[in-house]
């Protein structure tokens, strides 16, 4: 009878060897604050040792951040590395900044800095009243103003730009959404458009669709209302092409 428990617990232990590693990092957060000129940030939370704020400084100057978004983290041993993209749209011209954030962790202490890595200029028109947009998935940042009509995509490996989202006549961005599994949306004043995760579009049409994700909520003052009346679309399922 010991043989055979002993036998059965076994296999257990396999498939709980198979469970993803904690990021270094899980206990630890970062929060920002600032103006629209100058952006502070601080890493507070704990390590296996020790709890508190570890690290702050800030990054700057801009002339007016219009959207903010961190990226994905790379993990190496007990280094974290990751991006911060700031929009920079105060200004006519629009600007991308990105940094690299690398967060090295013992027992006792986070050590933190913050560099800027690339600089990338938009094809956008931005200004002094201008509200930015910005969604990512884990290989494309997808980013507008409400002062162009249109979109554009930035490859995060590459840095190449592409116009997406033009409709004639042209209709400026009203907001970009996107959900869990990498879809984005680039919604326009009465249109839209779908790209997937692989930065190819899906659809685009009339309407001012707009999507869902899971940790943040969006706007319904600014997504939905009197504007922007529900336009039931036809639902068409079509065989796929042989590969």
Known sequence: ?????????????????????????????????????????????????????????????????????????????????RAIYVVDSGSSNVTLYIYKKVDTISASFDTVTVTLAHTVALPLTGGSTATC?????????????????????VNKHTLGVTNIGGFSPPINVTSITSDAYGYVTVTQAGAFTVLGPDGFGREDGGGTDFMLGSTQAVSGSTLLGAAAQPTPRPLVVRPKARQ
Do not use: H, K
């Open 133 to 153: 947009f910005m969604a990512a998935n884990r290989g494309f940042l997808f980013i507008g103003t409400d002062q162009t009509s249109f979109a554009v995509e």
């Open 1 to 81: 009878m010991f043989l055979l428990a002993c036998a059965a617990v076994n296999p257990m232990r396999a498939q709980n060897s198979g469970a993803p590693a904690v990021p270094p990092d899980s206990t630890l957060y970062t929060t920002y604050t600032g103006s629209g000129t100058n952006v502070n940030w601080t890493v507070c939370g704990s390590t296996s040792q020790s709890e508190g704020c570890y690290a702050s400084g800030s990054i700057g100057p801009f002339v007016g951040v219009g959207a903010m978004l961190e990226g994905n983290a790379s993990v190496n041993g007990s280094v974290v590395t």
